[in-house]
Structure formats: C-alpha cells, structure tokens
C-alpha cells in the first residue's frame, strides 16, 4: 500500500523503479516540498546542534515549511558539558 500511496502523490506507475526515477529526478528539495504539502505540515522543530551527518542548516529548512523553530535537545547540551568539563586540566 505505501508504494501505491507513494506514487500517487508523485503522480508515476507504483513501481518501486519508478518511484525512485522520480526522487532521482526531483531532487530532495522538491520531494520534501510535495511531501510536506501533502501531510498538510505547517512548523517544523529542528534540534541544529546534532552532529549527525547530512543534518541542513536551519535555514534551508525554511523552503520546506513556514515556519521553522529551534529546540536544544538535553542529551545534546549536556554531551557537550560533560566534554568541555573531562578536557579541563585539573592541576
């Protein structure tokens, strides 16, 4: 069901091979564009200090939603505590 779903919002045959010439095609931007479109998704909270890989700015968020806030995750702030506390030299 989900391919089927899939390539009706992408407007293709529901193959996965056509599914993925789509995204190829389209590119990321306009992909996530669609599917925010389509899940009527108006804010986005993005936690921007994550240090995972392929993670976009802040503001490239922007084209996808209106409206784009910014969290702090804990686990975040606190990994970077504890780093900057364990390189103090002590003595």
Request: charged letters at 30%; hydrophobic letters at 40%; proline letters at 2%.
């Amino acid at each position: 069901r989900s391919l089927r779903d899939i390539a009706a919002l992408y407007d293709c045959d529901p193959s996965l091979e056509k599914v993925e010439e789509f995204r190829r095609a389209q590119g990321l931007s306009s992909i996530t564009s669609k599917c925010f479109q389509a899940a009527n998704i108006s804010a986005l909270v993005v936690d921007d200090v994550s240090t995972l890989d392929k993670t976009l700015e802040l503001e490239s968020h922007k084209a996808f939603a209106p409206k784009v806030y910014r969290v702090v995750g804990i686990e975040t702030l606190a990994e970077t505590i504890i780093n900057e506390v364990a390189t103090v030299d002590l003595d």
